[in-house]
């Protein structure tokens, strides 16, 4: 059974500094693609970034490039995201994903960024 857990979030001013990490269990995941996306209230789930393990390779929105960064373990189960330069509008629950055929969803997190 695929579980996705994250942590990390909270509460943090403009122009703060959040870690988000996500730990997956239940197999093998070096074939995945794994990253994050976002809700914020009445809006619909974006995508925000995500590293594809088999290519090395990583890709972000456009409206968060520059600011957030992320990155993976070696044991290619935990991704990380380090979001810096935070605005208000970055403030929704944070999801992590992991694709392949399917994909499978994380609880959430939430991000609140405080003007």
């Known amino acids: 059974q695929v579980q996705l857990v994250e942590s990390g979030g909270g509460l943090v001013q403009v122009g703060g500094s959040l870690r988000l990490s996500c730990s997956a269990s239940g197999r093998t995941f070096s074939s995945y693609t794994m990253g994050w996306f976002r809700q914020a209230p009445g809006k619909e789930r974006e995508f925000v970034a995500h590293?594809?393990?088999?290519?090395?390779?990583?890709a972000y929105a456009d409206s968060v490039k520059g600011r957030f960064a992320i990155s993976g373990d070696n044991d290619k189960k935990t991704v990380h995201l380090q979001m810096n330069s935070l605005k208000p509008e970055d403030t929704a629950v944070y999801y992590c994903?992991?694709?392949?055929?399917?994909?499978?969803w994380g609880q959430g997190t939430q991000v609140t960024v405080s003007s």
């Open positions: 994903n992991a694709h392949l055929v399917w994909d499978y």
């Open positions: 590293i594809v393990w088999s290519a090395g390779s990583t």
